[in-house]
């Protein structure tokens, strides 16, 4: 089954996008941020939960080491008993900061799925506002107005709010490895057999305090995607993707390959990210395979996986009630670049997203 957004009264509006069309895409691009600080957190969540059983442990061996040392006071040297009850010590101050960082990310986790809500309604506002554009130019442009002030007070605010994230994630990773170092410090002299296992813990902090800023950061906006261009970020994050969520993956480029306009590519990358995502939480696939085709005039962009599938004439009609947002993300994309979205599915027949962009003639 094909569906498109595309109509033959849509062929026929002026060429430039509207306010509407701006704010609509302006909220998929929050959507999309707000998705990447949502699954940062996640990933913030779980890498805190396996720290914080670890230190549990460690704990629980601090604690039959105190045992042991109480038993035996008159028996070791004043240096061993400090050195076991400094241990607890440093463990449960580690403990703290990682139930500390937790509880941050839980509460920041449940912010932003909030936030998420609040776009819900202002999405089905501009929606109304689509529905009204044509009764009224005078009234539909005193609302576009105030939908857009709106919009672009949000988008500020949320631009704070990521900013404080991609902030208090990484500076609390550095207060954790300042901590451990502190740790390395005093072992340094007591116990330097100790120290050996903690330096293997303090690299193994900072390659993860390291990957947790990299992937914010691609999540937000690749720097290869400006650097190098869509081909190479794709390749880079389509083979990434695949050893995440342990899917075959494969990239094809039919054409020559070559840069195309910024925004193309920013978009471009954004509808394949939002697709291959869904093939993730929704597909249950076992294949995902992204082709390019690189034409003179224009370039089109086929996701395909093996997975379950779904109704695309139902999914189509209960779109904005059953708020889609990564249908609706990616629609929009699409039209702001004057181009089509195409997607074919059927239950258990998997699904095939197609997204086709004209490129400017030089």
Request: net charge negative.
């Given at each position: 089954?094909?569906?498109?957004?595309?109509?033959?009264?849509?062929?026929?509006?002026p060429?430039?996008?509207?306010?509407?069309?701006?704010?609509?895409?302006?909220?998929?691009?929050?959507?999309?941020?707000?998705?990447?600080?949502?699954?940062?957190?996640?990933?913030?969540?779980?890498?805190?939960?396996?720290?914080?059983?670890?230190?549990?442990?460690?704990?629980?061996?601090?604690?039959?080491?105190r045992?042991?040392?109480?038993?035996?006071?008159?028996?070791?040297?004043?240096?061993?008993?400090?050195?076991?009850?400094?241990?607890?010590?440093?463990q449960r101050?580690?403990?703290?900061v990682?139930?500390?960082?937790?509880?941050?990310l839980?509460?920041?986790?449940?912010s932003?799925?909030?936030?998420?809500?609040?776009?819900?309604?202002?999405?089905?506002?501009?929606?109304?506002?689509a529905?009204?554009?044509?009764?009224?130019?005078?009234?539909?442009?005193?609302?576009?107005?105030?939908?857009?002030?709106?919009?672009?007070q949000?988008?500020?605010?949320?631009?704070?709010?990521?900013?404080?994230?991609?902030?208090?994630?990484?500076?609390?990773?550095?207060?954790?490895?300042?901590?451990?170092?502190?740790?390395?410090?005093?072992?340094?002299?007591?116990?330097?057999?100790?120290?050996?296992?903690e330096?293997?813990?303090?690299?193994?902090?900072?390659?993860?305090?390291?990957?947790?800023?990299?992937?914010?950061?691609f999540?937000?906006?690749?720097?290869?995607?400006?650097?190098?261009?869509?081909?190479?970020?794709?390749r880079k994050?389509?083979?990434?993707?695949?050893?995440?969520?342990?899917?075959?993956?494969?990239?094809?480029?039919v054409?020559?390959?070559?840069?195309?306009?910024?925004?193309t590519?920013?978009v471009l990358?954004?509808?394949?990210?939002?697709?291959?995502?869904?093939?993730?939480?929704?597909?249950?696939?076992?294949?995902?395979?992204?082709t390019?085709?690189?034409?003179?005039?224009r370039?089109s962009?086929?996701?395909?996986?093996?997975?379950?599938?779904?109704?695309?004439?139902?999914?189509?009609?209960?779109?904005?009630?059953?708020?889609?947002l990564?249908?609706?993300?990616?629609?929009?994309?699409?039209?702001?670049?004057?181009?089509?979205?195409?997607?074919?599915?059927?239950?258990?027949?998997?699904?095939?997203?197609?997204?086709?962009?004209?490129?400017?003639?030089?």
């Open positions: 089954m094909k569906v498109s957004p595309a109509t033959a009264a849509q062929a026929d509006e060429v430039g996008p509207s306010p509407l069309g701006n704010a609509r895409y302006l909220i998929g691009q929050l959507i999309a941020d707000l998705g990447a600080v949502a699954a940062h957190c996640e990933r913030g969540i779980a890498e805190c939960g396996r720290h914080r059983a670890q230190l549990r442990e460690r704990l629980e061996e601090a604690a039959v080491i045992r042991h040392v109480l038993n035996n006071l008159t028996r070791l040297e004043p240096d061993d008993i400090e050195n076991a009850f400094r241990f607890a010590a440093d101050a580690e403990l703290a990682v139930e500390e960082r937790l509880a941050q839980s509460s920041r986790l449940g932003v799925s909030q936030r998420l809500e609040e776009l819900r309604g202002i999405l089905g506002m501009l929606d109304q506002l529905d009204i554009e044509v009764s009224s130019p005078a009234d539909g442009a005193a609302r576009f107005r105030s939908a857009s002030r709106q919009v672009f949000i988008i500020e605010e949320e631009r704070m709010r990521i900013a404080r994230d991609m902030h208090d994630g990484p500076a609390q990773s550095m207060a954790n490895l300042v901590l451990q170092a502190e740790i390395l410090e005093r072992l340094l002299d007591r116990n330097p057999k100790q120290l050996v296992t330096l293997g813990e303090f690299k193994n902090s900072v390659r993860n305090a390291l990957e947790e800023i990299r992937q914010l950061i999540d937000l906006r690749p720097m290869t995607l400006d650097d190098l261009g869509l081909v190479p970020t794709l994050f389509i083979k990434e993707y695949g050893d995440r969520y342990g899917l075959a993956t494969r990239f094809n480029v054409g020559q390959e070559r840069r195309l306009p910024g925004n590519e920013g990358f954004r509808i394949i990210q939002e697709a291959l995502t869904n093939v993730h939480k929704h597909g249950r696939a076992k294949m995902a395979e992204v390019m085709n690189l034409q003179p005039s370039v962009v086929v996701i395909k996986d093996d997975g379950q599938g779904f109704d695309v004439a139902r999914t189509e009609a209960n779109l904005h009630k059953n708020k889609n990564g249908l609706l993300s990616m629609r929009e994309r699409a039209e702001l670049e004057k181009g089509t979205l195409e997607i074919r599915s059927q239950p258990g027949r998997g699904t095939e997203v197609k997204v086709e962009v004209p490129l400017a003639k030089h």
